[in-house]
């Protein structure tokens, strides 16, 4: 047997690079039949490990939960919400403060001049998004739906027409986001008093218990075993 030296550093090279993701056929396949159906009007896709997002254009967010329905079989309507991807800077330096920096995550934020969040699923850079979850009863496969919303003017179109189980869901993030659901028979609130002014869920609400006692979970950090000694040693 001869040796073959020369062989070993590219197997090694070889193996030492990341596995990519699984194939997933199903989900691939329903995404190019989606980049075909929807066109211009999705904007990225992620499949990620048994579930796929997509981010759609605002202007067709029913057009696009139509044809998920009617032509993907997507029936079963799960829920609704917003996200607010504002930084909280307060938040953020309590975190540090008693934990300390998150890895890796101190050298991102001082080259990041944005007041939002990034790295998002799907892709994004607004600080509104509304998403939808869908389920094919038929298939077992899931999909989430984004949009990005205007900051200034956050709205799209209603669901009811399509889900009528969209009605609660859009009235509930109608009232904590601030999100509008136009063409909606009912916004009105569920939890709050009538007259109750702001949106709860944006991150810029001023939680005036919180100005008093932080938050739980940021106080009176429980100690772990021999945490005590590996600092003192360390100092």
């Not at 829920?79 to 540090?96: C, H, M, Q, V």
């Not at 998150?102 to 007041?115: K, L, V």
């Not at 496969?141 to 009528?164: M, Q, S, Y």
Request: charged residues 30%; hydrophobic residues 40%.
């Amino acid at each position: 047997m001869s040796d073959t030296p020369s062989d070993a550093p590219a197997e090694t090279e070889e193996a030492a690079q990341p596995a990519g993701p699984p194939p997933d056929p199903e989900r691939e396949a329903l995404l190019e039949a989606l980049r075909a159906d929807l066109g211009d009007a999705l904007l990225d896709a992620q499949i990620i490990p048994e579930d796929l997002v997509i981010r759609v254009d605002r202007t067709a967010w029913r057009r696009v939960a139509e044809t998920l329905k009617i032509r993907h079989g997507f029936e079963y309507f799960c829920f609704l919400s917003g996200i607010d991807w504002l930084k909280s800077p307060e938040l953020e330096t309590r975190y540090e403060q008693v934990y300390g920096a998150i890895e890796g995550e101190e050298a991102a934020s001082d080259g990041d001049p944005s007041p939002f969040l990034g790295d998002r699923v799907g892709g994004g850079d607004g600080r509104f998004t509304v998403f939808l979850r869908l389920q094919n009863l038929r298939t077992k496969l899931g999909i989430t739906v984004k949009a990005d919303l205007d900051d200034a003017n956050p709205a799209v179109e209603t669901l009811i027409a399509v889900f009528r189980g969209a009605d609660w869901h859009e009235r509930e993030t109608w009232e904590m986001f601030g999100f509008d659901f136009t063409g909606h028979p009912a916004l009105r609130h569920i939890y709050l008093p009538t007259e109750f002014e702001g949106f709860p869920l944006r991150k810029d609400f001023p939680l005036l218990a919180r100005a008093v006692k932080p938050w739980p979970g940021l106080v009176d950090k429980e100690p772990i075993p021999g945490e005590d000694e590996e600092e003192e040693a360390n100092a």
